[in-house]
């Protein structure tokens, strides 16, 4: 019974969380977006250091590395401007 429950409650914490960015960056094709050597130039630019891993997810740009301040980022950032659309900090 206790694994019922346990299951129960996880499914429910998926179904109600909410939408990442990872997805819906930008509506511009792929050839309009930045280099992936340029986005990382930039997100160094913005703080973002010692990128552990870098990728597409859906229609953004992707980071999980450490800002300044050498707290634990994950960043989805615009591919086309380079700008921040959602970061979570630790």
Do not use: Q
């Amino acid at each position: 019974m206790k694994t019922l429950v346990t299951a129960a409650v996880l499914a429910s914490a998926l179904l109600t969380a909410p939408a990442s960015a990872g997805g819906d960056c930008t509506t511009e094709p792929k050839d309009k977006w930045m280099s992936e050597e340029a986005m990382k130039a930039k997100a160094a630019e913005l703080g973002y250091e010692k990128i552990k891993v870098f990728k597409v997810s859906g229609t953004c740009y992707e980071i999980y590395g450490w800002n300044k301040e050498g707290k634990k980022a994950e960043v989805y950032f615009n591919p086309v401007t380079g700008d921040v659309v959602e970061a979570e900090i630790d």
